[in-house]
């Protein structure tokens, strides 16, 4: 199927842990992203990405950082888990520009204990 | 800072009728909005983008910009119960390399009463 999959799509981890989530698309874009959904439904955007640029939202901590292997990967590695990171992560692929549609990723839902 | 507002709702509007739902944003620079449709426990799915003032229809949607007031809405007409859903407002704005994610709004939560 032509789409954008992640795995896992629960994560349930410890305090303090380190997990990474992956992320692939193969409607041959060349930008994705990573959002982050909290318990009161608010989509945010953490990451931006192409092969020429990495745009991070400044108030993403640095313990969550993006991988991207290839075009079509982009993984989120998140170290020293907190209780706060426990959300809904969405990853995202477009062509490059804001006028274009990003198409979503079924999402992983993270639990920290 | 780039914000979008919406009305959280619950916004509950009856079957076949007309669905309105508002979003203001506060970026100037901002150049594109999307409205996506969430379902609980789904991802978000576009339904209308729009770029240029004025009106865009789309089947039973159409969207609004303005610009000027820096407002967005979207109609639903002939609402149907498979519409209810969270409405994501969404602007882009570019910042000159074009990998920019998009700012949403907190959404507005439908629900079309048979």
């Known amino acids: 199927d032509t789409a954008v999959s992640q795995t896992p799509k629960y994560l349930v981890t410890q305090m303090g842990n380190d997990k990474s989530i992956k992320c692939e698309q193969n409607l041959g874009h060349d930008t994705m992203y990573w959002y982050k959904q909290d318990s009161k439904k608010f989509l945010k955007i953490m990451f931006s990405y192409n092969n020429k640029e990495l745009i991070i939202n400044e108030t993403v901590p640095n313990r969550f950082s993006p991988k991207s292997p290839d075009k079509a990967h982009l993984n989120l590695h998140i170290n020293s888990l907190e209780l706060g990171d426990s959300a809904v992560y969405f990853c995202?692929?477009?062509?490059?520009?804001?006028?274009?549609?990003?198409?979503f990723g079924p999402g992983t839902r993270l639990t920290v204990l | 800072q780039k914000e979008v507002e919406q009305n959280s709702g619950p916004l509950s509007v009856p079957e076949g009728a007309i669905a309105s739902l508002n979003c203001t944003y506060s970026?100037?620079?901002?150049?594109?909005f999307f409205w996506y449709r969430q379902y609980s426990g789904k991802s978000p799915e576009l339904i209308m983008f729009i770029y240029s003032n004025g009106d865009k229809e789309d089947g039973r949607f159409t969207a609004q910009l303005n610009k000027a007031s820096q407002y967005v809405s979207l109609l639903i007409r002939d609402s149907q119960p498979s519409d209810s859903a969270t409405y994501l407002c969404?602007?882009?704005?570019?910042?000159?390399?074009?990998?920019?994610?998009?700012?949403f709004g907190k959404g507005t939560h439908l629900i079309i009463q048979p």
């Open positions: 970026d100037r620079g901002s150049q594109s």
């Open positions: 995202a692929s477009s062509h490059l520009g804001v006028e274009n549609e990003q198409f």
């Open positions: 969404a602007g882009g704005t570019p910042s000159g390399g074009g990998a920019d994610g998009l700012t």
